[in-house]
Structure formats: structure tokens, C-alpha cells
């Protein structure tokens, strides 16, 4: 049996990142990717929760993402906010023992310090930064290069393809 390796995704630093390089990622195909790439039996994905997103959120899960949610308080300027940065270093807290290798994939400085406990426990597998460009420097740091992994030229992979229509311009 190998390793038990488990996913934790920063979903707004993923889609806010991916977005920014210009193309939209393909979340089954990413669950996929996990999987073939870096083993990862489960995949915890942090999302803010919106009542209208019901659709979005059973997708993800049909995916095989186990989605944890954050309520999202919506600000005076209108602006949503369900920052999961807690529930995701909590989780990969909880879920501790029950794996080997932990799968960080987020860009957000706000993770050093869980990342700098994985490596100094010999739990982290990488750290898959979704935008090159555009990452904290926290993550830059010379212990995590080893397991620095980037996002940018993925898009043939897990890019999202629209359908095309059928000849009688049905889907």
C-alpha cells in the first residue's frame, strides 16, 4: 500500500489565481490531477458557502472533493467574505495522523506556518502554488523550494474546455 497522501486547497487563492492567468480551472480534472500526480487519496477543498451555490458545491462533490464550508458575511461596501484560512489549517490539524504526506496548494503566506510544521515533521509532499507570479513571499523561503510545484503551464491539462455544440448546435 502506498503512501496516504491528503490535499488541503485554498479554493479562493486557486480560483482567484488561476483566474488572474487567464483561464478557468477544470475542478474534475484537478481532482484527477491530484490523484495521478501526488497520490492524494482525499482532497479537502475551503470554500466560502452562498446559499445560490448549491449546484456548484454538489458538482465539487460529485469530483470527489470533501468541501468544507466557511458562512460568508457580506460587508457594508457589498463586498462577500468567507476567508477559510482557519478551517483549513484546523483540518489538516485534525486529519493529522490519518495521513502521510500533506498536499498544500495555495500561494497565501498565511499558511507558512502550517507549511513550516509539515516540513519540520516530514508531513509535507508539496507545495503546489497556483500562479508562479504570484505567491507570498513566505513560500519563497530556501526550505520549501524542494517542494515548491507550479500551476502556470497546466492549462492544457486542467484548463476547462467549453462543449462544443453538435452539428445541430445541441450540447
Not at 491528503?6 to 475542478?27: E, M, V
Not at 465539487?60 to 467574505?81: E, M, S, V
Request: net charge positive; hydrophobic share 35%; glycine share 6%.
Amino acid at each position: 500500500m502506498g503512501d496516504r497522501n491528503y490535499a488541503f486547497i485554498d479554493s479562493q487563492n486557486l480560483n482567484l489565481s488561476i483566474r488572474a492567468l487567464g483561464w478557468k480551472l477544470d475542478f474534475g480534472r484537478f481532482r484527477k490531477y491530484l490523484t495521478d500526480k501526488y497520490s492524494v487519496s482525499e482532497a479537502y477543498l475551503f470554500i466560502g458557502y452562498l446559499p445560490g451555490n448549491q449546484a456548484l458545491y454538489t458538482h465539487l462533490q460529485r469530483c470527489g472533493y470533501i468541501c468544507i464550508f466557511k458562512p460568508t458575511l457580506t460587508r457594508a461596501d457589498g463586498i462577500t467574505k468567507g476567508n477559510c484560512d482557519a478551517e483549513l489549517v484546523l483540518h489538516a490539524m485534525i486529519q493529522y495522523m490519518k495521513y502521510d504526506r500533506a498536499v498544500l496548494v495555495t500561494g497565501d503566506g498565511d499558511f507558512y506556518c502550517l507549511a513550516e510544521h509539515l516540513h519540520m515533521m516530514s508531513k509535507l509532499k508539496v507545495l503546489l502554488i497556483p500562479n508562479r507570479k504570484s505567491f507570498s513571499a513566505l513560500l519563497r523561503f530556501r526550505m520549501f523550494r524542494p517542494y515548491l510545484r507550479y500551476m502556470n503551464d497546466l492549462e492544457t491539462k486542467l484548463g476547462y474546455k467549453k462543449k462544443r455544440p453538435h452539428k445541430d448546435e445541441t450540447l
